[in-house]
């Protein structure tokens, strides 16, 4: 499936569900895809509120889970289900078990070194599915150093993928986003594009324009920008993936594979 074709699909798609149809139409295909989905919409508004199918994707909360009290806690940004998580060696994490990928070339050209910052760290990779609440937010309170948008295809991020495609993480299109933690340690977020993302919005950076005609990565910097836990700063607009880096020693991470968790949910411990 080449680049091109998978650009195309997640076009069409994403014209299809920004499209505001009339209200009766609009309602038959929102409450549908409710359906087919199986979401859970206790949280959030009516079906028939959301005015494309795109608004209900990225709804907000109406009333948001609260966060734990002790700030030392790691919270889950995001409703996903984790299917991966281990220790970082020799550069290399996992994609699903069995199938490495060096993180190196997944961080890109304006992150010379920095692999080796979270060289003996842990990672923690997050699956969006279609039916997943589509924001994130921060798992710690974090100093943003530096964004990169890396263009690149958009194969699904599914199971049968995940096993069978070597270094799809690598070839997706994907932000790269450098932080540092309260204590000075290097923690990175990286959100993958996939099929049917037609996009990946960054709150704090208004010039990210994924699936688009750029072809070259584009790299900012920050100074003085601190995002609080359980802040948002963004959301995909479909589901994907959000692969999460952390210094040696910076957490102690209690998550296993397959598990699902949800926003605020506790994940283990920041040292």
């Known amino acids: 499936m080449s680049k091109h074709f998978t650009s195309i699909i997640s076009m069409y798609f994403g014209k299809f569900a920004s499209k505001a149809f009339t209200p009766m139409i609009q309602n038959f295909i929102n409450k549908s895809y409710v359906k087919l989905m199986g979401l859970d919409m206790a949280s959030f508004k009516e079906p028939s509120e959301y005015k494309t ?30 299917t991966d998580a281990g220790t970082i060696v020799e550069g290399k994490a996992y994609q699903i078990k069995g199938m490495s990928y060096d993180i190196d070339r997944l961080f890109g050209e304006f992150h010379t070194g920095l692999s080796d910052k979270v060289e003996g760290g842990e990672f923690i990779n997050f699956y969006l599915s279609p039916k997943d609440y589509h924001r994130y937010h921060m798992p710690m309170t974090l100093k ?22 070597k270094d799809l993480f690598i070839e997706n299109e994907r932000v790269v986003i450098e932080c540092e933690d309260e204590k000075g340690r290097t923690q990175v977020l990286v959100l993958v594009g996939a099929l049917n993302v037609g996009k990946m919005v960054v709150t704090f950076e208004e010039n990210i324009r994924t699936n688009s005609e750029i072809r070259a990565p584009k790299h900012y910097t920050y100074e003085n920008l601190t995002l609080e836990r359980g802040e948002l700063f963004g959301w995909f607009e479909m589901g994907s993936t959000i692969l999460t880096f952390s210094q040696k020693g910076s957490i102690f991470p209690e998550v296993a594979i397959n598990q699902k968790v949800l926003f605020t949910d506790v994940l283990g411990k920041v040292l």
Request: positive net charge; without cysteine; proline residues 12%.
């Open 144 to 165: 943003i150093l530096s964004l990169t948008h890396i263009p690149g295809k958009l194969y699904p991020v599914n199971f049968p993928l995940l096993r069978n495609k």
């Open 53 to 82: 199918l795109n608004k209900l994707f990225t709804r907000a909360f109406v009333i948001p889970p609260k966060l734990p009290s002790d700030k030392d806690l790691l919270i889950s940004g995001v409703d996903a289900l984790i």
